[in-house]
DNA sequence: TTGTACGCGTTATCAG
DNA sequence: CTGATAACGCGTACAA
């Protein structure tokens, strides 16, 4: 028998019936004193331990949490998903991984298999090309319930938790122009993401509260490939102004950026500034790290995200009260080297 | 019914047993052609999915796997994991994540969870402090085999992947020989680890292939702070002998070298040589990278570490056929800037 | 070719 | 206070 003892073997070797023991374990109320002792000295004795494939098939409940994200090589999704761990942990669940590697076809079959584990629920950070939402949709009549994070879908009913990058890159550019730098160019994302259109806001209201003009001409969509920046970079520095600082769409943008102003002979923080967003550990080994960052709290949204997750599942939210929750990002200066 | 049909529900609608229905749906020789077809046409009409959980149950089988491992926010990790998620996938397996943050209570509290919830095997690269392994000894009775990865345990009966650091450190110094260092300083780690021991052995070995006699003194144990690399740092640099090239023992202790380098007043590449192990992705944002950088491949450990796993849960492999698998480290270059 | 019966471990309901 | 029984969904040995 080296099969791990159950309630049924403690029954017998006791006389009891199935029933009672379990009670017993649970410190039921009436169950006799000296056999509720009885019964836990020899689960102790056999080591018994509850088998959780039993009860989650009977309780219908897994309590396992199924994330979804990109890419565990992004420190952004690194330290989201300790967010997601540390505060599943805390309610007693698990935490189910599956990396999309930014492809929708993947996602949608990680998705597919979660379901399948009867996962109680599902952490979503989105992959980049995905375009169909049907997966999801199809949760519904599973009734498992989803959290979007950071990568949101463009859909009406969901629960997300976001970073909001207006304030951040107010922030980012209020610094700019109070450091004296009147020409600011941005390269910004492709214009159907809600994340482009925000730095945008932010671009806009920062200028206006310097009762500043905003110029369209120095905001620059890209498909944030390495080729579209430098295109961008190209078109900024031969703009009829002098550009003195751009902010980047991100830390990879950044980096691509500074590559072909250095190219172009400019020195870094003394013809040019660069203000980004972070998703590199904004640490002493970067190269030419900007002056600052707009910090979008990974650990939070995870954190965030879950705890919705979780109060849903435990009743405490309506699955149809559909929590939007948006993190302000905030512009944090680079440490000195 | 918002409830997942189930095998009884098909059966019931087609005057059939469950058995049947069951059969049916596995393709079971024996089922009449029509009644199959039948079957599968009312599955796939009420979109059924047979319950996992009540599989897992009745198997005893969770196709899942543990994966308990210190951060993923480290790249090593992060890397590792997807190479474990991949071939997990491939057998599918899903995969359960627990970091324990470098923290031995966690990582025992975590494999305790992980054993309770029924995975089939454990993936396990320990937390720097775990000194007693009780933890994974119980899992023997339990039948749930382990594998480690690259920070394994000092024991003996145990499955391991590991890297070997000798092969790459060989390469790393005598890279630098060939370059014309002749004093040539190595930050190393702990004596009590195996892979300070082997990066030791990798010294000499280099040296010898040279002709050339090792010198002790230029070999230096630390204990992996950053006070303790500045310290090594101080000895090495006022060596009598002049020391123009160091090899750190990773990318952090790598990153403390040179800033203390360079507080000294010294020039990188100039004045001083750096060759670490690579932790960090040695991409073009690193201010100062090594020229050169030993890799450990984590994708492969993962990969490599999986398979053994899903060999042994496969029957493939004995449980008691303890598979120690090394693999070398290599010297890749820094690409140029 | 199909049906019956059973078991997996646990909890809940109902009876005593 | 405790026991018997059913139920969760599925697969499978045994019957027919």
Same mark, same amino acid.
């Given at each position: 028998?080296?099969?791990?003892?159950?309630?049924?073997?403690?029954?017998?070797?006791?006389?009891?019936?199935?029933?009672?023991?379990?009670?017993?374990?649970?410190?039921?109320?009436?169950?006799?004193?000296?056999?509720?002792?009885?019964?836990?000295?020899?689960?102790?004795?056999?080591?018994?331990?509850?088998?959780? $494939?039993?009860?989650?098939?009977?309780?219908?409940?897994?309590?396992?949490?199924?994330?979804?994200?990109?890419?565990?090589?992004?420190?952004?999704?690194?330290?989201?998903?300790?967010?997601?761990?540390?505060?599943?942990?805390?309610?007693?669940?698990?935490?189910?991984?599956?990396?999309?590697?930014?492809?929708?076809?993947?996602?949608?079959?990680?998705?597919?298999?979660?379901?399948?584990?009867?996962?109680?629920?599902?952490?979503?950070?989105?992959?980049?090309?995905?375009?169909?939402?049907?997966?999801?949709?199809?949760?519904?009549?599973?009734?498992?319930?989803?959290?979007?994070?950071?990568?949101?879908?463009?859909?009406?009913?969901?629960?997300?938790?976001?970073?909001?990058?207006?304030?951040?890159?107010?922030?980012?550019?209020?610094?700019?122009?109070?450091?004296?730098?009147?020409?600011?160019?941005?390269?910004?994302?492709?214009?159907?993401?809600?994340?482009?259109?925000?730095?945008? $806001?932010?671009?806009?209201?920062?200028?206006?509260?310097?009762?500043?003009?905003?110029?369209?001409?120095?905001?620059?969509?890209?498909?944030?490939?390495?080729?579209? $920046?430098?295109?961008?970079?190209?078109?900024?520095?031969?703009?009829?102004?002098?550009?003195?600082?751009?902010?980047?769409?991100?830390?990879?943008?950044?980096?691509?950026?500074?590559?072909?102003?250095?190219?172009?002979?400019?020195?870094?923080?003394?013809?040019?500034?660069?203000?980004?967003?972070?998703?590199?550990?904004?640490?002493?080994?970067?190269?030419?790290?900007?002056?600052?960052?707009?910090?979008?709290?990974?650990?939070?949204?995870?954190?965030?995200?879950?705890?919705?997750?979780?109060?849903?599942?435990?009743?405490?939210?309506?699955?149809?009260?559909?929590?939007?929750?948006?993190?302000?990002?905030?512009?944090?200066?680079?440490?000195?080297?």
């Amino acid at each position: 028998m080296p099969n791990p003892p159950t309630i049924k073997e403690i029954a017998r070797k006791l006389n009891l019936s199935a029933s009672t023991v379990s009670r017993a374990l649970h410190n039921h109320p009436r169950i006799g004193l000296k056999t509720r002792l009885q019964v836990q000295a020899l689960a102790r004795e056999l080591q018994y331990e509850p088998n959780q $494939t039993a009860i989650f098939f009977q309780q219908k409940k897994t309590f396992t949490l199924g994330i979804v994200l990109p890419e565990l090589s992004e420190a952004f999704f690194s330290a989201a998903i300790s967010g997601i761990e540390d505060t599943a942990n805390k309610s007693n669940y698990m935490v189910l991984l599956g990396q999309s590697h930014d492809d929708a076809t993947r996602e949608e079959k990680i998705v597919g298999i979660m379901k399948n584990h009867r996962v109680d629920g599902l952490l979503v950070s989105l992959a980049k090309n995905t375009v169909n939402y049907a997966h999801f949709e199809m949760l519904r009549k599973y009734n498992i319930p989803v959290v979007f994070f950071d990568r949101i879908p463009d859909m009406q009913h969901i629960h997300y938790v976001a970073a909001n990058m207006e304030s951040g890159t107010v922030q980012a550019v209020a610094l700019l122009l109070q450091q004296g730098h009147r020409v600011i160019g941005m390269i910004n994302g492709p214009e159907k993401l809600i994340a482009s259109r925000q730095r945008t $806001t932010g671009y806009r209201t920062a200028m206006q509260q310097q009762r500043l003009k905003y110029d369209a001409t120095l905001n620059l969509p890209t498909d944030l490939t390495r080729e579209g $920046t430098r295109q961008a970079m190209q078109q900024l520095l031969s703009h009829k102004r002098k550009v003195t600082a751009i902010v980047a769409f991100n830390d990879y943008v950044s980096q691509d950026a500074v590559q072909y102003a250095l190219e172009q002979g400019l020195q870094i923080n003394k013809d040019i500034c660069f203000v980004s967003y972070a998703n590199l550990p904004l640490s002493s080994y970067m190269a030419f790290p900007p002056m600052a960052s707009v910090e979008q709290y990974p650990y939070q949204q995870g954190q965030q995200a879950t705890a919705i997750l979780l109060d849903i599942l435990s009743g405490k939210l309506p699955q149809d009260d559909y929590q939007q929750l948006t993190i302000d990002s905030r512009l944090v200066m680079a440490p000195g080297r």
